[in-house]
């Protein structure tokens, strides 16, 4: 994979705003994180922070990393109690017609 291809990240994420799904709850953690990040540091502002080194890009991502289980858990959770909901019979099944309709 070409990791210096700019236009085509900006592709794939266009992409995946158009599919929709969770895709606006991770960007939002996304930024989220990034502005905790930038709040750590007092001597810099959110205009100053729209570009970082490698170490803070890598203090960001590590940020990211130790935040995203939680937040797929939340995920994980509401998925697990709307599933929950099609299981009439306390079976801990979903019948297949309930499943894709």
């Known amino acids: 994979a070409n990791l210096t291809d700019?236009?085509?990240?900006?592709l794939l994420k266009k992409g995946a705003a158009e599919v929709g799904g969770n895709w606006?709850?991770?960007?939002?953690?996304?930024r989220d994180s990034v502005l905790n990040y930038v709040s750590s540091k007092s001597e810099q502002s959110i205009a100053e922070a729209q570009r970082f080194t490698f170490q803070?890009?890598?203090t960001i991502m590590e940020g990211l990393a130790r935040g995203y289980g939680k937040w797929q858990h939340s995920e994980c959770?509401?998925?697990k109690k709307d599933l929950m909901k099609l299981d009439v019979d306390g079976t801990g099944r979903?019948?297949?017609?309930?499943?894709?309709?």
């Open 24 to 30: 606006p709850m991770l960007v939002a953690f996304e």
């Open 56 to 58: 803070e890009s890598t």
């Open 77 to 79: 959770q509401a998925m």
């Open 94 to 101: 979903v019948p297949v017609s309930k499943f894709y309709s």
């Open 6 to 10: 700019s236009r085509r990240h900006q």
